[in-house]
């Protein structure tokens, strides 16, 4: 069987499972799920062994730390994992559920009811961990999944699925309702992405070239996140000691995902205060710092110049750009120039600097006075994410269960007809 029909097998297989999957009671799919969070605890130390095995390769073929580090599995992690897919379990079920209901003159009560989307192809690169998080949402969703993983990741994720999988057939899933395409041969995305009447949507999960990638090629709607270009702005009101213990975190926590800070953005009254303790942690911690000619004269050049790429550079690594600017309308048009549409933040003790910052940024997740490291669908609530869109169709934000479904209109009558 060449690459192209086991595709087609692959999307056939996970059409028709779909159709069950509609029909799982919630008590069916929670008692999977917490099956599902106990065995990858149980089977940890056989999910590390493969890991181990990718990180090998990993570092064989050069790749950097920071990537490294997001393909890495160890006991903490993988008790995240299962700790996700509890909370997946103990969340309300939405298949079912009415967003509305009206009745109307002639007596047709019409409801708005929450159903599955059906076919959920993920494509992903070096995040094991997407796995196990977008089988728990899939299924709580009441959808089929279709995973490709990256090549760097592919003993772990193949180590992932064999063990929830066994959980999935215990519990009478269907065939094809988890599936995986296992091989690493890059013409198999371009043969999902053409499967339109088996799959619902496509999720892209990496980087900026692998997202472009999916869109160009994509017969099928995709929700698209191109990259975490995030930017904190200090206002003249600042709170400054909050203010860099929040930039320290957003910035240096974890410096290899979405969600870190890239761009940050001090206005010109607190600059000369706030910029020589904020770059001097930033260094101890072994951050490069990149500023524009007033940061650079303020720390009298011990930074190094930002050039113009920098604004727009997801960094993904310790470096960070700073821009001293004269107002919030300078920073709000830095951001509207240069952002990804992911996530800001404003640090202020202004009411009114806040609200309109709040209500002027149009970014997926806009906050207040706090790190942009909670722009995670964990953190949100929603027990994990199948992914970050930073389009305005459909979901926006953090992807969990609810992002993962649809509705249909049902419609009680008890004899009407129209008559014109």
């Keep these: ?14 059409r028709r499972a779909s159709s069950e999957l509609r029909q799982l009671s919630t008590d069916v799919k929670n008692r999977t799920l917490e099956q599902m969070a106990r065995a990858l605890v ?30 890495t599995l160890n006991k903490d992690r993988i008790k995240q994992m299962s700790a996700c897919l509890k909370e997946v379990a103990a969340q309300e079920d939405p298949i079912g ?14 409801m708005k009811v929450r159903a599955p989307l059906g076919v959920i192809g993920v494509i992903y690169e070096s995040r094991p961990n997407v796995t196990s998080d977008c089988i728990g949402l899939c299924l709580k969703a009441g959808n089929a999944i279709i995973l490709r ?4 990741a592919i003993y772990s994720n193949l180590a992932i699925l064999e063990v929830l999988s066994k959980v999935a057939l215990k519990n009478g899933l269907p065939e094809g309702a988890i599936s995986m395409i296992k091989t690493t041969d890059r013409k198999a995305v371009r043969y999902l992405l053409k499967e339109e009447k088996n799959i619902d ?24 996140h191109y990259k975490g270009l995030c930017h904190a702005y200090v206002d003249e009101y600042a709170d ?6 929040i930039i320290l975190n957003a910035k240096l926590q974890r410096t290899s995902v979405c969600n870190a800070i890239e761009t940050l953005l001090v206005h010109k009254h607190v600059a000369g205060r706030f910029l020589p303790s904020m770059v001097r942690s930033l260094k101890v911690k072994g951050a490069e710092v990149r500023g524009c000619i007033e940061t650079y004269n303020i720390l009298k050049g011990q930074i190094n ?77 929603l027990g994990a994410e199948i992914g970050i869109s930073t389009g305005r169709m459909h979901a926006r934000g953090p992807m969990g269960v609810a992002e993962l479904t649809s509705y249909k209109y049902v419609i009680i009558g008890n004899g009407q007809i129209r008559t014109k």
Aim: some cysteine.
């Design 149 to 152: 993983g990256g090549s760097s």
């Design 240 to 245: 400054l000691n909050m203010a860099e213990k």
């Design 97 to 110: 559920s009415v967003i509305s209901s009206i009745k109307r003159p002639n007596g047709l009560q019409i």
């Design 201 to 224: 949507l496509i999720i892209p999960r990496g980087g900026e070239s692998l997202i472009k990638e999916v869109i160009k090629y994509s017969k099928i709607p995709v929700v698209k």
């Design 42 to 71: 149980v089977n940890s130390a056989y999910i590390i062994k493969a890991n181990k095995r990718d990180i090998n390769i990993a570092r064989k073929t050069g790749l950097k730390e920071s990537f490294v580090d997001r393909l």
């Design 305 to 381: 110049k930002a050039t113009c790429k920098d604004w727009e550079t997801e960094y993904l690594d310790k470096i960070i750009s700073i821009r001293v600017v004269n107002s919030m309308h300078d920073a709000i048009d830095h951001i509207a120039k240069y952002s990804s549409g992911l996530s800001e933040v404003i640090i202020t003790d202004s009411c009114e600097s806040a609200e309109y910052f709040l209500n002027k940024v149009d970014s997926a997740c806009v906050y207040l006075n706090a790190s942009t490291r909670f722009t995670d669908g964990n953190q949100f609530g």
């Design 1 to 14: 069987m060449n690459i192209s029909q086991e595709i087609k097998l692959i999307a056939t297989k996970a």
